[in-house]
């Protein structure tokens, strides 16, 4: 089970191109690019195909949760020029997300 204590935002950027990727783990990151190497279902896979670029830790999150890891990752997508935002499953998981926060404050008021 993931250590979200060990939480991080990390970004992979083309030095050709300059798009940039967003993405948060738990792991060490040389082990979540080894995994962003061997899929090719994220929208970091055009810019590993590229063969020019590099990534780096931007943020170390102590989270308790994957949706408080998730949150700031979000945060990092819709506040910078990403490629991320072309990829709908960080728009549904962020709705969800959303939704699910309006749900326990709204039903947090209206119960006290």
């Known amino acids: ?29 040389k082990n979540r690019m080894k995994g962003h190497r061997y899929s090719h279902d994220t929208n970091s896979t055009s810019i590993l195909k590229r063969g020019d670029y590099y990534s780096e830790i931007i943020e170390y999150c102590s989270c308790e949760s994957k949706n408080e890891l998730d949150g700031i990752e979000y945060q990092y997508i819709d506040f910078n020029n990403c490629i991320n935002s072309q990829h709908g499953r960080w728009r549904r998981d962020m709705m969800r997300l959303i939704h699910t926060k309006w749900s326990i404050l709204y039903l947090g008021l209206r119960f006290k």
């Open 1 to 29: 089970m993931p250590d979200y204590y060990k939480g991080k935002i990390y970004k992979i950027v083309c030095n050709i191109t300059g798009d940039t990727y967003y993405g948060s783990t738990t792991q060490l990151l």
